[in-house]
């Protein structure tokens, strides 16, 4: 694995191998603390970010290197600079970047030309470190995958795409709702289906959040209107209604299904705040261990 921008990029076997580390990591937070000495890595953000900055940056000092953030107001793709330069002159500055943008094809791009480890922080099309989380946090909680079902219930977006491939790979069935408009994406779906078929596991793709939460081990859900899509609002909220992860959806689920939500969550619209302030709620372990797996993938890359 030299980059980490989709899923896809990741062999099997390695999941397995980044898990086992992040695990490690997590009870011995300093135990690589040598690893990055002396390297720098660039943050370079195209939107505002908490998660992703911090653990990140917290990450990096871990393993005993340092962190440069380049925020909107510093690069600006294709506009002040090309992407094929920005990545060939930072090459010559930093040991790695991580990069959170509007369009995938940046990224991609972006990695074409770098010649260090590139990381997507986040992309129109993809979310693989949240993915990779979210899917280590179930292992925590259910231990194998054989057998296990996760539902998914909401939008369509980046996040779901890279947490269908994520699932998949690992043999985790996968139930997706979501609105006729807001599928997720279809090359991405079709290729997560052959993946599945190999690996044993389980693709459903439905309109009704009932028929996908069926028997669910873990229930996720993510925000209906994300960063960039303001002018959606009113329409995307009347298409969304029926999606709520509430009480009465929930308990159609398996008796103690966990419950789970990338942050930021919009309270009161696609999750209820008792739902997410519940005993089986693991939003806030899945917002740890962003940082955990990150600090894996990223000495996975160096090696």
């Known amino acids: 694995m030299k980059n980490l921008i989709t899923i896809f990029d990741i062999p099997d ?11 490690s990591l997590k009870k011995k937070p300093f135990s690589e603390k040598g690893a990055m000495e002396g390297m720098v890595a660039a943050l370079i953000f195209e939107k505002p970010s908490n998660r992703t900055r911090v653990s990140f940056e917290v990450g990096v000092r871990q393993l005993g290197g340092s962190s440069l953030y380049l925020g909107p107001e510093d ?8 992407v094929k330069d920005i990545a060939r002159v930072l090459s010559r500055y930093v040991d790695m970047a991580v990069l959170r943008t509007y369009s995938h094809a940046d990224i991609a791009e972006f990695a074409s030309y770098a ?22 946090t179930i292992k925590e909680c259910v231990g194998s995958f ?3 079902k996760l539902a998914y219930i909401g939008d369509g977006n980046n996040v779901l795409n890279s947490l269908l491939c994520c699932a998949v790979k690992t043999g985790l069935d996968i139930s997706i709702a979501t609105p006729k408009k807001y599928a997720p994406d279809t090359a991405v779906v079709k290729k ?5 078929a ?16 069926k028997g669910a081990d873990c229930v996720y859900t993510d925000v ?4 960039g899509q303001e002018s959606e609002r009113k329409t995307r909220l009347k298409a969304f209604e029926g999606f709520q992860l509430n009480k009465k959806l929930l308990a159609k ?4 299904a966990f419950v789970m939500h990338c942050l930021p969550a919009h309270r009161g619209e696609e999750i209820t705040d008792d739902i997410i302030e519940s005993s089986n709620s693991v939003v806030f372990e899945q917002a740890e261990n962003r940082m955990h797996v990150q600090k894996a993938v990223m000495l996975s890359l160096l090696r």
Do not use: Y
């Not at 010649?115 to 280590?136: E, K, R, Y």
């Open 13 to 23: 076997r390695e999941i397995d191998g980044i898990f086992k580390l992040a695990s």
């Open 75 to 82: 690069i600006q793709f294709g506009e002040r600079e090309s």
């Open 198 to 213: 190999h690996k044993g596991s389980k693709v459903g793709i439905t309109t009704d959040p009932s028929e996908a939460i």
């Open 224 to 227: 209906w209107v994300s960063m």
């Open 146 to 148: 054989m057998g296990k």
């Open 192 to 196: 997560a289906r052959g993946l599945a």
């Open 115 to 136: 010649d260090m480890p590139v990381i997507n922080g986040l992309s129109d099309l993809a979310h693989p470190c949240q993915a990779l989380a979210d899917i280590f």
């Open 253 to 256: 689920a398996k008796p103690g």
